[in-house]
């Protein structure tokens, strides 16, 4: 009896003893590790609202854990990458930076905060704040793998803030520094950028030229050899040379005719305008003809800073292929705002607003969306044909009343004028303006075919005269071939 109460207790003491073990409840950190894995894989296979709500109860139930900053992180990233939402983005990145300055992820988040600031930046406190958080991850984190790409983007707000020596400086120590990084290439052809903008196209093609060496198989080196291109053909000899290339044709038919512009984004598309098909009609880098925009009376095309197609029409604006907007502006009754119907040209600028010239108004306006912002630069009457963004920021404006280039920076200071007579040279009928990858201008004159000048306004030289019947657009592809459309041909000319 007492033998069996002993081990009938024995029992209940080694029953009670396993079901304690098996209910030990498992560390925090084993479990936010095991959230943030379910988190990863729920996005990765697109269930949103599963994953960021395994990644939200790290972040609120286990915040002292290893992996509560790399939670918020992928939060963040949800945020900037899938949801657009920029600002959310950059907030969730400063709260990764302030709660966990000590966790794996505070220099990425530092890195990601500064790359959407430089995304808009159009003034130089923006530029400001963005390179302070590069350069955070560089000093406050040089062990992280952050450190090469803190450097590379540094290296480009300081080219783009015309600090040039800087510019190489950070560059170089990205390439030095950690040649075997992932973004070593894209360091590389950074270098090669801030080398030529400084005024030594021959070092910068030395560095584009290594970008192929050592990187053969990355996407910076087909760039690189583009770039290589079209500095021989700047820098090659005494000033630019640029001959019509007699194996080009592009197969249009009606697109040809009544081309209204001329564009070619960053992956080689090109772009016409046509009027008689009232479209904007692409071809591909084999001069296939491919995808068209439909557009009633279309004026200008464009590209955005994010390489995005701007197509202007008499009524509205297409960015993209799905974004089209419309406008209004306040009237000459207080309170009252009047559509826009005689849009001449776009351009979307850096900070992403937009800027269309109304022929009506004689004035070019500020929108932000479709929401207007201001008279840009100042209320003076201007007929503007043509408006382009520089790869600095800065706005160009073709003028048909004084047949004038004028240069503004984004808040609107006038940066330079040019035309339409100066040293070498006098236009009459200008049509159309162009910028190259080094802000060089490109003008096509119905009559002289295109001058070219360098980015402080002088005339660099001129060509097509003898080829060129009526000069009516012109784009820059991306190895600096001038695409030119001649109205009387009825045909697109290609020099390089």
């Known amino acids: 009896m007492r033998a069996a109460g002993w081990f009938a207790a024995a029992g209940v003491v080694f029953l009670g003893a396993g079901a304690t073990f098996a209910q030990t409840p498992a560390r925090p950190d084993d479990q936010a590790k095991r959230l943030l894995d379910d988190g990863r894989t729920d996005l990765a296979n697109g269930r949103a609202k599963q994953g960021l709500d395994a990644l939200q109860t790290i972040v609120t139930g286990f915040s002292t854990s290893a992996y509560a900053d790399d939670a918020l992180y992928e939060i963040a990233r949800y945020a900037e990458e899938i949801e657009k939402d920029h600002s959310k983005a950059r907030d969730l990145y400063d709260q990764i930076t302030k709660k966990y300055p000590q966790g794996d992820a505070a220099p990425a988040a530092y890195l990601r905060m500064g790359r959407l600031v430089f995304a808009t930046a159009a ?4 530029l400001d704040d963005s390179l302070a958080n590069f350069q955070r991850v560089i000093r406050l984190y040089p062990e992280s793998p952050s450190v090469p790409s803190a450097l590379m983007a540094a290296a480009a707000v300081f080219r783009r803030a015309g600090r040039f020596d800087s510019a190489i400086d950070s560059a170089r120590r990205a390439v030095l520094d950690h040649p075997a990084s992932d973004v070593a290439p894209e360091a590389q052809f950074e270098l090669g950028q801030s080398l030529v903008m400084a005024g030594d196209p021959l070092s910068g093609i030395e560095e584009f030229q290594r970008v192929r060496t050592l990187y053969p198989n990355s996407p910076a080196a087909s760039r690189a050899l583009n770039t290589i291109t079209a500095l021989y053909r700047l820098f090659g000899g005494d000033k630019p040379v640029f001959f019509k290339d007699t194996a080009f044709s ?10 209204r512009s001329l564009a070619v984004t960053p992956d080689g598309v090109i772009w016409i305008a046509s009027n008689k098909t009232k ?7 084999e001069f296939k003809l491919s995808s068209s925009l439909p557009a009633d009376d279309p004026q200008t095309l464009s590209v955005s800073p994010e390489g995005e197609l701007v197509l202007a029409a008499k009524l509205a604006v297409k960015v993209g292929v799905r974004s089209v907007f419309s406008f209004a502006a306040p009237s000459n009754k207080p309170g009252v ?6 849009i001449g040209a776009a351009t979307i600028l850096v900070s992403g607003d937009t800027l269309i010239s109304d ?7 500020r929108f932000r969306g479709a929401t207007f912002a201001s008279i840009f630069p100042d209320a003076a009457e201007r007929e503007v044909i043509k408006l382009l963004t520089t790869p600095r920021g800065d706005v160009v404006m073709l003028r048909r009343d004084d047949k004038s280039v004028e240069i503004f920076d984004d808040g609107g200071r006038l940066i330079s004028k040019i035309g339409p007579r100066g040293p070498g040279f006098e236009w009459k009928k200008p049509a159309d303006i162009a910028i ?3 802000s060089n201008l490109y003008l096509a004159d119905e009559d002289q075919g295109i001058l070219m000048f360098s980015s402080k306004g002088s005339l660099m030289t001129t060509f097509g005269s003898s080829d060129l019947r009526k000069s009516l657009a012109v784009a820059i592809d991306p190895s600096g071939a001038v695409l030119v459309y001649d109205d009387r041909a009825q045909a697109v000319v290609r020099f390089k």
């Not at 003034?123 to 923006?126: G, K, R, T």
């Not at 479209?279 to 880098?285: G, L, M, N, Q, T």
């Not at 705002?337 to 005689?342: A, H, L, T």
């Open 123 to 126: 003034s130089q406190a923006a």
């Open 250 to 259: 592009l197969p249009g038919g009606d697109v040809l005719r009544d081309v």
């Open 279 to 285: 479209s904007a009609v692409s071809f591909d880098r």
């Open 337 to 342: 705002m009047e559509n826009i119907d005689r």
């Open 359 to 365: 022929l009506r108004r004689k004035r070019v306006l």
């Open 436 to 438: 190259d990858a080094f």
